[in-house]
Structures are given as structure tokens and as C-alpha cells.
């Protein structure tokens, strides 16, 4: 059975980066193109708090999914919004693990004083935006040629969700 989510620490950092590793290849889920290391990754986990956190979710005792809200533009005005990430292990991606993390993080925000939810979407990403749309993010954004993977231009959406 696949557990609720819980508050990540230091020790789940390593399955934490083998999940994000695994995205880079497709190069669709995230801007980085070379694998990062648990070191690399060490100041962004620990700049999570409380009220901007970083979530796990278990399966028999195995990290299988990861979601993090981050403060977005990092100056106080800004306070109020966060951008999400959401990360699933391949063997368990198409299983509504995304849907069921994202109804838990909208369930939990207004606790955390998140009035506003971005997330940051290459445009070909398909899965995710559908996901996003089906929660009804909409777009707040486009950021066109904004990345180049493997010689590949791709555009940034930035959806939104004002709760």
C-alpha cells in the first residue's frame, strides 16, 4: 500500500536525487542535463522548511515519489507564492501517484500561507500539463526557446493557481 506523504529528512535525500535522475534523459521534466549528486542537491534540501517543504512518498518502506514547494523569486513580496515539483520513480509513474500528491498539496497549502502555486512546465511535457489543466492550473506564462536540450529549443509555461 502506498503510504500518505510525510515530511522528508536529510536520509531520504539520496532516493530523493535517483528520482530526479531518472527524469534527466527524457529531457522533458527538468532544465538540468547531466545527472546531480546528493552534495549538489544538500543547500537546496535544506533550504526547505516547515512551510515550504519537501514531501515523500513510501511504498513498502522505498521513496516513490517526491513533491517540493519552493519560494518563488526568493524576495519578501513574493512570500505568498511557491512554485511545486513533482517527481515519481518510473516503475510507479501512471499510477495517479501526481494526481493524488497534488490534491494533498492543494489540500495542505492555505495551512502553509500558499496563496499561489506555479509550476514550471516544459511545453512538450504533456503528462504534466494535463495533469496541471486538470486541476485547473492555467497558463500564467510562456517563455519561449527558453531551454535548449540536446540541441532542442523547448518553451517554459509557468501554470498558475491563485487558491
Known amino acids: ?24 534523459a527524457t529531457g522533458i521534466s527538468t532544465a538540468d542535463t547531466k545527472e546531480v549528486s546528493v552534495e549538489s542537491r544538500l ?36 512570500a505568498q507564492t511557491v512554485e511545486i515539483s513533482i517527481y515519481i520513480d518510473p516503475n510507479f509513474r501512471g499510477k495517479k501517484l501526481g494526481q493524488q500528491f497534488l490534491t494533498e498539496a492543494l489540500e495542505k497549502a492555505p495551512t502553509l500561507e ?18 496541471f489543466k486538470r486541476f485547473g492550473f492555467k497558463e500564467w506564462g510562456n517563455l519561449p ?13 509557468i501554470l498558475g493557481l491563485k487558491l
Open 114 to 131: 500558499i496563496k499561489n502555486i506555479l509550476a514550471f512546465i516544459f511545453k512538450d511535457n504533456d503528462t504534466s500539463l494535463k495533469l
Open 145 to 157: 526557446s527558453v531551454a535548449v536540450i540536446e540541441g532542442q529549443e523547448k518553451d517554459l509555461l
Open 43 to 78: 543547500a537546496w534540501f535544506e533550504a526547505h522548511t516547515s512551510k515550504r517543504p519537501i514531501w515523500v512518498k513510501e511504498y513498502h518502506g522505498k521513496i516513490i515519489a517526491w513533491l517540493s514547494f519552493q519560494p518563488f523569486y526568493g524576495r519578501p513580496a513574493y
Open 1 to 24: 500500500m502506498i503510504e500518505s506523504y510525510r515530511e522528508a529528512v536529510l536520509e531520504d535525500l539520496p532516493q530523493i536525487v535517483k528520482i530526479y535522475n531518472t527524469t534527466i
